[in-house]
């Protein structure tokens, strides 16, 4: 009930209210490139707070104003959102749409810093199709550019996904040796966000390398900073991790209550990732309390969700986790 009750009040947190006042009263007059600006930056608030139909709307109406402005740093600016935006929705598609646009754009400014940020989108779109080895080639492009340019939080971000490739590649070491390296620049630029992150991917580094106490105890400050900045997609990450540790622990009661929670939040959002995973360990969580039927019925909605959102990566684990359910 806590969670629930902490989750209602991000939407009037003092941050989104500038966001969504200043959009509201001062866009006439404006220049284009400065509406451009203001619709990403409220794009990327509803994001956060997990509103993504919103998000989608103010991402249409950034690039709208950016194509409308003539400036290609605005519309690399735009389609960098749209690109993020999509994956965060599983749309791969039309993700790799909006990235041949963004490249093509970003290849012919003297700014690097919009090629590097183009870099960094290829490099999730791998990721995200399960191309690793492609991904960390192009966040390593993406890293060179940032640091030559000197920016500091996107060398943090890029580090925190190289960290994250490795932790799919079961490379759990290497991981957190770029989640200690992105630590330290976000601790002295004091991001949160960016601790926050980094403490949830540690936390899945050990608890893959079975050091499930160290993985609940970063879990928890995570999840700690993520109610308190109100990153709702961060937390319906956490709370999954969380209730997996739980799970692992045979602890049954904390496992379902965590799970539950994730489940509703990604569910509620539109994290179509992040619902798909959490069905997978309910199914995981009632297999190993004996009740096969809710294992098998969690694990076909999770089959069902990979399947009408084209997770073709996802989809043949479930199908194994299925098979293995019904013999």
Same mark, same amino acid.
């Given at each position: 009930m806590l969670i629930k009750q902490n989750i209602s009040k991000y939407k009037n947190n003092p941050f989104t209210n500038i966001i969504r006042g200043y959009h509201l009263k001062t866009l006439k007059g404006l220049e284009n490139s400065t509406k451009t600006e203001i619709y990403r930056k409220k794009a990327l608030t509803e994001l956060f707070l997990g509103n993504y139909r919103?998000?989608?709307?103010?991402?249409?109406?950034?690039?709208?104003?950016?194509?409308?402005?003539?400036?290609?740093?605005?519309?690399?600016?735009?389609?960098?959102?749209?690109?993020?935006?999509?994956?965060?929705t599983s749309n791969f598609e039309k993700m790799s749409k909006s990235l041949s646009k963004l490249l093509k754009i970003a290849s012919t400014i003297k700014d690097e810093t919009q090629l590097g940020n183009c870099f960094t989108q290829i490099g999730l779109y791998h990721?995200?199709?399960?191309?690793?080895?492609?991904?960390?080639?192009?966040?390593?492009?993406?890293?060179?550019?940032?640091?030559?340019?000197?920016?500091?939080?996107?060398?943090?971000?890029?580090?925190? #996904?190289?960290?994250?490739?490795? &932790?799919?590649?079961? *490379?759990? %070491? +290497?991981?957190i040796y770029w989640f200690n390296k992105a630590l330290k620049i976000a601790k002295d630029m004091k991001?949160?966000?960016?601790?926050?992150?980094?403490? #949830?991917n540690v936390g899945f580094s &050990?608890?893959?390398? *079975?050091? %499930? +106490?160290?993985?609940l105890y970063y879990y928890m400050r995570s999840l700690r900073i993520k109610k308190d900045i109100g990153d709702v997609f961060g937390v319906g990450i956490t709370l999954n991790n969380i209730g997996n540790i739980y799970r692992r622990k045979n602890d049954v009661k904390n496992a379902r209550v965590y799970l539950e929670y994730s489940y509703g939040i990604t569910q509620k959002i539109g994290d179509i990732q992040g619902e798909v995973i959490a069905l997978e360990n309910l199914s995981s969580l009632y297999k190993s309390m004996g009740d096969n039927d809710k294992a098998i019925n969690y694990i076909t909605r999770a089959l069902r969700k990979a399947e009408e959102n084209s997770l073709t990566y996802e989809i043949g684990d479930i199908k194994a986790i299925l098979d293995s359910l019904n013999e």
């Open positions: 919103t998000s989608a709307e103010d991402s249409r109406k950034s690039l709208y104003f950016a194509n409308m402005s003539e400036s290609k740093n605005a519309l690399c600016k735009s389609l960098a959102f749209q690109s993020e935006l999509f994956y965060r990721w995200g199709t399960g191309k690793y080895l492609k991904a960390i080639a192009y966040y390593r492009k993406a890293l060179n550019i940032h640091k030559k340019v000197n920016n500091k939080y996107s060398c943090a971000r890029t580090m925190i #996904n190289l960290g994250a490739v490795y &932790n799919d590649m079961k *490379k759990f %070491e +290497k991981a991001e949160r966000v960016l601790i926050s992150m980094i403490f #949830n &050990n608890a893959k390398l *079975k050091r %499930e +106490k160290k993985a």
